[in-house]
């Protein structure tokens, strides 16, 4: 019987990879984006030109953060860094790029809760660093105060504002269906989030667990009214980077006892280490996450992706309704 439930979920975190291939396969070929000369400096910024059809030569955004578009975005234009290591680690990255390629338009994101993570960073520290390009044009893009009125900024500055009017009211809808669609008194689902990490070079996995506090309990599980269990596997030695730490083993898992297991990142991974930890302790069998078949893979939020949130809560919410 124990054997079966393994097989099963197996079959289920399979069958989610298949259906999402087949989805991406008989989509419309999307439209490329245009072009333009010049540098985007903060990820919200990012992904409304990239809906605008719009996308610049240069771009500083927080791609780690970001799994959507990790492998997409460096194929269609230069990532110079994220905007911590453009400020910080290598302050000379965007002058460089922008004298060496002639271009003087630097388009920046505000946002005074740009990183939960790292809140000092700001993507405004880059402005100062730039100051010697001859001829150098800075506009902004406040997020500041809500998505309407930035969509509304970078429409106007890309000169697409038919196409903006679009996007921000197909926003608004999906947001107020998601709003609608909360529960009134919450889910109660005691949720753990593993996130997994596939190196087809040494065909290792590594797994790291989400941590209380982060971006899926802010923005997924506490309007969901369901109670991340991480805390049961982190010990004191545990170091937590980027919202994670990192878990060899899932010893402590059963005292975890998760109705719900998300596997965010690479799903093979997650779903190796939970086959390996039930070879080592059967009793992990009657997890109820894994008992019920309750493991998904879901893609993670970090809220890179604004416009595409509605959709993402959306898809949490069907996997932690009971």
């Known amino acids: 019987m124990k054997k079966i439930r393994i097989v099963v979920l197996a079959a289920c975190l399979a069958c989610v990879a298949l259906f999402t291939t087949f989805s991406i396969a008989g989509a419309t070929p999307p439209k490329a984006p245009e072009k333009i000369r010049a540098v985007m400096v903060g990820d919200r910024l990012v992904d409304v030109s990239l809906k605008l059809g719009v996308i610049p030569e240069g771009i500083s955004v927080r791609l780690s953060m970001w799994p959507d578009k990790l492998k997409v975005l460096p194929m269609a234009t230069q990532v110079l860094g994220c905007p911590n290591c453009v400020t910080r680690k290598r302050p000379k990255a965007v002058s460089a ?133 991480a805390p049961a596997m982190l010990s004191d030695t545990m170091r937590i980077f980027k919202g994670h730490a990192s878990a060899s083993r899932l010893s402590g898992l059963d005292k975890a006892n998760p109705d719900v297991i998300v596997a965010t990142g690479n799903g093979f991974a997650v779903q190796k280490a939970l086959r390996d930890a039930m070879k080592k302790n059967p009793a992990l069998a009657d997890v109820p996450a894994i008992k019920n078949g309750d493991v998904y893979s879901l893609p993670f939020y970090g809220d890179s992706s604004v416009l595409e949130y509605p959709v993402i809560f959306r898809q949490w919410q069907l996997a932690l309704t009971p």
């Open 97 to 229: 790029f922008m004298k060496e390629h002639g271009i003087t338009r630097l388009i920046v994101e505000k946002n005074d809760k740009f990183c939960l993570y790292m809140p000092k960073v700001t993507p405004l520290d880059v402005v100062p660093l730039v100051k010697d390009i001859p001829g150098l044009t800075v506009e902004y893009v406040d997020f500041n105060q809500g998505m309407a009125g930035a969509i509304a900024q970078a429409a106007k500055l890309f000169g697409r504002e038919a196409r903006g009017e679009k996007v921000a009211a197909a926003y608004a809808k999906a947001m107020k269906k998601v709003e609608a669609g909360l529960p009134a008194t919450g889910l109660g689902r005691r949720v753990l989030v593993l996130n997994g990490n596939y190196s087809q070079a040494s065909g290792k996995t590594f797994l790291r667990i989400e941590a209380p506090g982060g971006y899926t309990d802010q923005y997924i599980l506490k309007p969901l009214g369901c109670t991340n269990v």
